[in-house]
């Protein structure tokens, strides 16, 4: 289950760079169409980040599992069914930012399609835990932890759903936000806490 | 072997997601335009469904599998050419859904490959009960309860082949029920039961 | 180095599908329409074979491997860049059959990209026995047949190159014959072999 | 980790293949057409060596790796993002190279691509090294050794960016010549150092 996961993961994630094109006939003015193309480059940016903060939080939920029983290996393959079609709800976003009203629409299917993305996220690893799928070994802290940093993100992405309906550039600037959020804290924090520590045993 | 299947069954679910496509034109009726896509979405939910209860279903023999012998070998590669095959049926099907005449056409190309895909899994693994290939602490009760969950999903394409000539919309929907009922049955209730046992426990 | 080179043989085989295409106008003649692509299922199902043959020789290769030097990590690496490279000659094949004069050129790219491939991975054989980079405990006999089964497919693409100059068609459904003959031989041969003689036994 | 980054390698080295591309009308000039796309195949053969010279140097960083921590996931994740990338501006090289002005932002873009994905993978090291993340049992003058072949290459990068802006197609040149070097140096002296040596022992 976990080489498949990664597999559709890997490949999602790939495939965002194909939707990234340049008119062939750009020729002359090559820097400024390239210039051009920041919506394409914002998209690429954040569902690829949003996929990757996906796929640690799915390979720390497997890290933790213990086994897999028809359901959760069921609720898996949906939320794989989510996170291979946001190339489609990225490639939307790209094309129709920057166009007044089109751009509305785009910007709110796209967050909506990480909403479900990162609430499927949540409902597999709430499942897990409450089937006691998880290893016996594992603190209720750790599993407290991981709780706490898959839920806030699902509080952003309504309030941006929202933002969208008025200001789809803010909305868009906030799912990158919330990708980075997603990869970048608590870990990181431990990390630079764990590193004072070592320092003051020095 | 299994990497590689993997590898295809994860490539062939998620290359689906690029026959989704908006004109590029649609500006001012996005919503209408991706609205307008759902046969795309369909011929998504159904292949995507159903090439997932295939792996599965693979999964499964793998699992039980103590040895491949070279003729399982081809048949899985035979499998794979069908499974990798399926994005082109399912683009058809997309679309011409809605299409009047083209419809029943495309609609039976697609309902003819899952069934060829579905047959071929099926004739994988009456080869490796046949050759011996399964372990040999798999009881008999469990290997016929393989053989029945993948039986009878080929007598539903056959019967949903017939319909797509008069009403290719039912026979639409009637493969998504198919797949649905692939990826659902038997081991959910075997769940459910399981849970009821261990609450009747305590 | 086995993880990344499934991967490489599994995406360009899964590749090939998206170079079948219908044209959206094909409307009212559908039927004929997908009849009419048959130059496109063909390369499909030659390439889809040559690769899986290629798959099933590196497999077997990689089997018989107990470790790999810097020099075979290149061959490989220049095996995959060819792997890669042929859904572009297939996809030439797929477009220029049945049109006279580019047929020929387009039959004969693909032959010598299919010859190229082939030559790299007994190249990779050769080079793997010659600095004894195969296990200890593989008979000298095994050796040879390896090397054997991937030595005489070499000779049937330089007659069918030859013959593309002439007649593209018979070179078309000869590099189909090579592949199933590369894919089917020997082995089968073995099993029918040890099938009769287990019946013998009883 | 490595599954999932092998996945994206293997991936973006593949998707390479799909931006080569004959016109519908080639048709009677074939021979001429697909001559006339060297610059695409300049661009594979950069673009695939580089990405096989970038996952080189990743599975030796990952065979030194004793542990990951969470910054290494991280950084691993933007290498991947970049990457993942590459085969847009390998896109952009191949459709403008040879076409004057438009050549030489193209040429640049790209080269500007490779130096990021070069750098990331030496910071990716130095971070491991840095953090002792690397197995205790490494030599130093084998980190030393990795170190030394992962960093001349930015020189080059930076050479050949100044030198794409008075002559792309030096440039062009000279970033295979880098991927080359990348590929083939050091391991294969080590390697004919050793056969050498092998010789000498009879």
Known sequence: MEAFSDGVFAIAIT????DIMVPHDAGAHLARSVAGLWPSYLGYL???STIGAIWLGH???TDYLERADAVFMRL????LLVVAFLPFPTRLF???????????????????????????????WRYAV?????????ADEEIQLLT????????????LIVVGLFAPIVAAVGYL?????????IRVRDIIRFRRRRRAQR
């Not at 629409?105 to 993305?117: F, K, M, P, R």
């Not at 409450?130 to 594992?138: G, I, N, Y």
């Not at 706490?148 to 309030?159: E, H, I």
């Open 15 to 18: 495939l965002l760079v194909l």
């Open 46 to 48: 954040v569902s690829f």
């Open 59 to 61: 390979n720390a939920i």
């Open 76 to 79: 898996n393959l949906l939320l």
């Open 94 to 124: 790209a094309d129709f930012l920057g166009e007044d009203k089109p751009e509305r629409v785009a910007t709110n299917i796209y967050g909506i399609s990480l909403l479900v993305a990162s609430t499927l996220l949540l409902v597999l």
């Open 130 to 138: 409450r089937e006691r799928l998880v290893r016996p070994d594992a």
């Open 148 to 159: 706490q940093r898959l839920t806030p993100s699902l509080v952003g992405y309504l309030v």
């Open 177 to 185: 936000v919330v990708a980075l959020f997603l990869i970048l804290p």
